[in-house]
């Protein structure tokens, strides 16, 4: 209520399971719109669910609270919404009948539909569905799994955003879906599982369009043409869209969407209902490798090797597709230059032995690699441009300096090369490091890293242990703008006045820079800190 108008109410954002901070992505209505019970008022969109605020009353829009990009929680003030034009028709009429009734409760709203979408994957797309665990009239709740995919590097359950009834499902095992793909609808609050019922309900909800108030430019095509249900469920849109769209009688697989990321918004519905032209495409830029200075490449050699002897041929596993194209994308765009050098890590070498004596009981064991993402995050700090990516922008390029030392590190897997990241590693002891090295190296091998534990990194290390070797070109791992690579270890006579010599045991470095944001001297500077904070590491406390 507000002041003295009774006829006033303040809609609230009602339950929405466990969520909290949630972005407004569209706001429906404005003030002095009319709007009638279960019409969307705004929309929202969670990582995991889009879902409309229906009204839960009719009413004029007084003021609206909120706006595009705001975030809400249960509980935050959507609009105020006066009651009293609905009150006052409903009262006219022989005056024995007239009747005012109680405004609605705020915090309470109908029952909806709510959109399930692929979350956040990382940058995967085209991401197989390989299980479905829900069919249409199941009952749900937050957290239960809808769906498992599986990428070239992870196993993952979708988890449902908040509880329900599974209304209709619109993948099946196969199906490749990528960040916003529509898994599902699910009936929430109070509805009926039955899909039938739903159906009607939503059928019932939207409101009737008179022949008058159709655009006299709309096409009779958009109105009467059949709807391709299969594009319609697929297409990036609200569940308040995808109802005014059925009152158009828009197939929403046809409609270019001008929100972010491509969404569709209510005017693009009715600007497609009106017969507007769709939006130029933009010409697609070529393929990353396609050619080199505008030379193109010439074709790959077709050979039949059988015809030369015996052969087998196996597929690439898909984290050896994804990867080799990255990778590829990477060494084509990025002028890599590298720089070799060596740490004398006798000391560290010695102390890491004694710690790990130390801390046997624990079952952690610290590598040589803990200690190298400690040397990485103090060097980062005194080379700050090493800790940055280089992004586009619409006066050109630009330096995105971070503020924060997540270091990746590549982990040998049955299926490939995956990097998970160690977030915040300078908040992090060593052995601390060590023990979350371990458990991402485990989840790696068996194939059940998540997207947001190889995500984010600044820095990466490869490095190849014990395998051998002594030197090499490690790639740098996009967006960053450098990668450390380290190889096995050895033991080298060392004069530091020419006169004597000792044997010191010394680790291979070898640094790879993008040679748009970095120059000769400042990666030697950044090679020689490194290996001198790993020949002494107190050294990293200074």
């Known amino acids: 209520m507000r002041g003295g108008d009774m006829a006033v109410t303040e809609i609230k954002v009602p339950d929405i399971g466990d969520f909290k901070d949630v972005p407004v992505i ?55 919404l006066d009651g009293g034009a609905a009150r006052a028709q409903q009262a006219a009429g022989p ?11 705020p915090t309470q709203a109908p029952a909806g539909i709510a959109e399930v979408r692929v979350p956040d994957i990382g940058d995967f797309k085209d991401v197989p569905v390989i299980e479905i665990m829900v069919k249409a009239g199941d009952t749900v ?31 099946k095992v196969g199906d490749k879906v990528s ?69 158009l009688g828009v197939d929403l697989g046809k409609v270019k969407g001008t929100g972010n990321k491509g969404r569709i918004l209510k005017q693009d519905v009715e600007a497609f209902a009106q017969g507007a032209p769709p939006a130029a495409k933009v010409p697609a830029p070529a393929a990353a490798g396609a050619g080199v200075g505008g030379v193109e490449l010439l074709p790959w050699p077709k050979v039949d090797f059988a015809k030369f002897g015996p052969v087998e041929t196996k597929p690439l596993s898909r984290i050896k597709k994804i990867s080799g ?81 997540h270091i990746g590190f590549a982990a040998d897997t049955p299926q490939g090369l995956v990097v998970p990241v160690i977030r915040d590693a300078d908040k992090k002891g060593f052995v601390d490091i060590a023990k979350e090295m371990g458990d991402l190296a485990k989840l790696a091998r068996d194939g059940k890293l998540k997207p947001d534990q190889m995500q984010g990194g600044c820095f990466t290390i490869s490095s190849l242990g014990g395998i051998g070797g002594i030197y090499f070109t490690p790639i740098i791992n996009a967006p960053e703008v450098a ?15 020419g006169k004597t010599s000792a044997w010191r045991f010394m680790l291979p470095l070898s ?15 950044f090679n020689s800190h490194f290996a001198y904070l790993l020949a002494d590491m107190r050294r990293v406390l200074v």
Request: hydrophobic fraction near 45%; proline fraction near 8%; glycine fraction near 6%.
């Open 483 to 497: 990668i450390m690579g380290v190889c096995r270890s050895f033991w080298k006579q060392v004069s530091s006045d």
């Open 179 to 247: 960040e916003g793909t529509v898994i599902l609808t699910l009936a929430t609050g109070t509805s009926t599982g039955d899909p039938a019922a739903i159906e009607a309900v939503t059928a019932a909800a939207a409101p009737p369009t008179p022949p008058a108030a159709q655009p006299a430019s709309r096409p009779a095509a958009a109105a009467t043409a059949g709807i391709d249900e299969a594009a319609f469920a697929l297409a990036y849109a609200g569940p308040g869209v995808r109802k005014h769209a059925r009152a």
């Open 95 to 105: 005056p024995a009948k007239t009747s005012v009734s109680p405004p609605p409760a």
């Open 325 to 405: 194209a990255n990778l590829h994308r990477n060494w084509v765009m990025i002028p890599h230059v590298t720089n070799h050098d060596d740490a004398d890590i006798t000391d560290l070498e010695q102390f890491r032995v004694q710690l790990n004596k130390e801390i046997e009981k624990s079952g952690v064991r610290v590598s040589m690699l803990a200690f190298m993402i400690k040397a990485a995050v103090a060097t980062l700090k005194k080379f700050p441009e090493f800790n940055a990516s280089l992004v586009s922008t619409p006066d050109g390029e630009s330096l995105v300096l971070k503020k924060y030392y």
């Open 511 to 525: 640094l790879s820079w993008d040679h748009r944001v970095i120059d000769g001297a400042s990666a030697a500077r």
């Open 141 to 171: 709740k937050a957290e239960d799994p809808l769906v498992t995919l599986e990428s070239d590097k992870a196993t993952m359950d979708v988890p449902a955003p908040l509880g329900g009834t599974v209304q209709k499902l619109a993948v």
């Open 26 to 80: 569209e706001v429906m209505v404005k003030v002095g719109d009319q709007v009638k019970p279960e019409d969307a008022l705004v929309t929202l969109e969670s990582d995991k669910a889009t879902m409309d605020v229906p009204a839960p009353a009719a009413g004029t829009v007084k003021e609206v609270k909120v706006k595009v990009g705001d975030k809400v929680s249960e509980g935050t003030p959507i609009l105020l």
